[in-house]
C-alpha cells in the first residue's frame, strides 16, 4: 500500500499537515522532537558510560580481592 505513494503522494501530505496545522504549530513540534532526540542520545551516551564506570571499578575490585600471602605467613 506505502509503495504506491511516490513523491507527488509525500508532497500532498505535507501541505495538507502544513494547512491543517499552520507553520508556527509544526516549527515548534519540530523543535520538541529535537529536544526528545537530544535527551534521548545524553541518555544512551551517560548510560554507556555508567556501565563502562562500573565494569572498570568492578574489574578493581577483584584485583583487591585476592588474598595477600605476605599477611597470612606472619
Not at 23 to 52: D, P
Not at 65 to 73: Q, R, Y
Request: hydrophobic share 45%.
Amino acid at each position: 500500500m506505502l509503495n504506491n505513494i511516490g513523491l507527488p503522494g509525500i508532497l500532498l501530505i505535507a501541505v495538507v499537515v502544513l494547512v491543517l496545522f499552520g507553520r508556527g504549530k509544526i516549527s515548534s513540534l519540530m523543535g520538541e522532537v529535537g529536544k526528545g532526540i537530544t535527551s534521548f542520545k545524553k541518555g544512551i551516551s551517560e548510560g554507556k558510560q555508567e556501565l563502562e564506570n562500573a565494569a572498570s571499578e568492578g574489574a578493581e575490585m577483584a584485583r583487591d580481592v585476592t588474598p595477600d600471602v605476605e599477611k597470612d605467613k606472619a
